[in-house]
T-cell receptor
Framework: DTAVSQTPKYLVTQMGNDKSIKCEQN?????MYWYKQDSKKFLKIMFS???????INETVPNRFSPKSPDKAHLNLHINSLELGDSAVYFC??????????????FGPGTRLTVL | AQSVTQLDSQVPVFEEAPVELRCNYS??????LFWYVQYPNQGLQLLLK??????LVKGINGFEAEFNKSQTSFHLRKPSVHISDTAEYFC?????????????FGTGTQLKVEL
């Protein structure tokens, strides 16, 4: 029973292409996140959605567009891919990020390589 | 805003030896603190967390960490490491209020356990 799943696991593509990464969680959580881990393993949040509403949007190029069709899914679409987009992208989910603590559960990651 | 510093990028240690991975944080508000572990080619798994109360927290796999507010530190320790502890370890911080459950990560420490 996978809690947070991502597809594909590996993605190799050419510069300039448009690609999507899908994320699904079966934990019944209200909030989902996208993180980017660069080649030096630095992990930084990109977006967060709560019940399909954007609540965190870090300084990410507008070539990156998250899409949440329902609260169990948060997909990441990337237009005009650049070499610098090569990274591992992690999806995560948690309960509503209101007062108090809610653990984030991470997916296995998608390794994107832009050639 | 919060920030996290993990001064040691790599820590080599022999099996059954003790280990300490250092983490310092900066924040203008009260914080929650976390340690995550990332095994090779896998997602992140929560090792332990400090929310409030006792400053010594115990996690999975025999790890523990101590919150020191005056030194703004949250060092991770294990009295006797095993080969299977070889992984990347990330310290993370989140403000108690606001921020939408945004986690800020350190740059990670690679723990390499040798025979």
């Amino acid at each position: 029973d996978t809690a947070v799943s991502q597809t594909p696991k590996y993605l190799v593509t050419q510069m300039g292409n448009d690609k999507s990464i899908k994320c699904e969680q079966n934990l019944g959580h209200d909030t989902m996140y996208w993180y980017k881990q660069d080649s030096k393993k630095f992990l930084k949040i990109m977006f967060s959605y709560n019940n399909k509403e954007l609540i965190i949007n870090e300084t990410v190029p507008n070539r990156f567009s998250p899409k949440s069709p329902d609260k169990a899914h948060l997909n990441l679409h990337i237009n005009s891919l650049e070499l610098g987009d090569s990274a591992v992208y992690f999806c995560a989910s948690s309960q509503d990020p209101g007062p108090g603590y809610n653990e984030q559960f991470f997916g296995p990651g998608t390794r994107l390589t832009v050639l | 805003a919060q920030s996290v510093t993990q001064l040691d990028s790599q820590v080599p240690v022999f099996e059954e030896a003790p280990v300490e991975l250092r983490c310092n944080y900066s924040s203008s508000v009260s914080v929650y603190l976390f340690w995550y572990v990332q095994y090779p080619n896998q997602g992140l798994q929560l090792l332990l967390k400090y929310l409030s109360g006792s400053t010594l927290v115990k996690g999975i796999n025999g790890f523990e960490a101590e919150f020191n507010k005056s030194q703004t530190s949250f060092h991770l320790r294990k009295p006797s490491v095993h080969i299977s502890d070889t992984a990347e370890y990330f310290c993370a911080v989140r403000g108690v209020t606001g921020g939408g459950n945004k986690l800020t990560f350190g740059t990670g420490t690679q723990l390499k356990v040798e025979l």
